[in-house]
């Protein structure tokens, strides 16, 4: 039970540092969004990097898993890419429960990949949970909101193709802190020429903000990574949803965010689905026991 708690505790330490992380992204203000993704993952790099050293964790992948590396860096940079740019279009607790919908795609791609199984019950939460992020979302054609709410939903499926990957690279033997640092450089390698050709100048203070999402990120990486070191998935991962909190709270404060009826629609479904999976797993894992 005291780890179990310890997880709880680590995931929602996790869940601020990531709303934390997407602040401090809108704060640093009308950057290019592949600009804002290189610096985040800069520093993402460096402290994983440091922990590698720390740790005495050798510098190269498992036999076989460069593949697995690849998949897991191209739909977690994807996943970045749409999740800053729905951040600096959208109200900050709509983008970040767009990005919640991570777990359920998680699902889909370990059904497709994976050949995990799904039950019926399990595939209507996920039907709900799409349902859900349509109230987000907004769909119409002559909304200002559908495109970067559209961007803001593919980055969450890129984020659940990407945490699929990861769950298969650490059933190969990969440690955490390499699965970190291989994808933070390969974002970095991928933006750089981007940021060669187009860089903005910036402000000092938009260089702090940058710098202190990358450590933000670095702190909600590592932070989840502890929480499922503690606890198993199905126990704690409904906890993650709190970012949303953490999100209406700051964006409201900072920003004088306010979200619409709608998405209040949106979130309420979505964590009902989130709740009801967690309390699903958990009954079918006692049965099994």
Known sequence: MKKKYLGVIYI???AFCFAL??????????LPTIQKSFFRNFVAMIFAFIILKKNHIPMHWQKGNLKFHLIRSIAGT???????YAIDHLVLSDASMLNKMSPFFAIIFSLIFLR???TFFQAALVTAAFAGSMFIIKPSLISMEFLPGLIGFIGGMGAGAAYTTVRHLG?????????????SAFSCVVTLPYLIFNFHAMELKQ???LICAG???????????AAYCH???????VYDYSQIIFAAVIGYFVFGQVSDVYSFIGYAVIIAAAVLMFIYNNRKSEKQA
């Open 207 to 209: 260089v702090i903000y």
């Open 215 to 225: 450590l933000a990120a670095a702190g909600g990486q590592f932070s989840i990574t």
């Open 78 to 84: 994807l996943g970045i890419l749409c999740n800053f």
């Open 171 to 183: 059933s190969r033997g990969e440690k955490g802190p390499f699965i970190v640092f291989f994808f």
């Open 116 to 118: 995990e199984k799904i």
């Open 231 to 237: 606890a198993p998935a199905k126990e704690i991962s």
């Open 12 to 14: 929602i330490l996790s």
């Open 21 to 30: 992380m997407n602040t401090f992204v809108r704060l640093s203000g009308d």
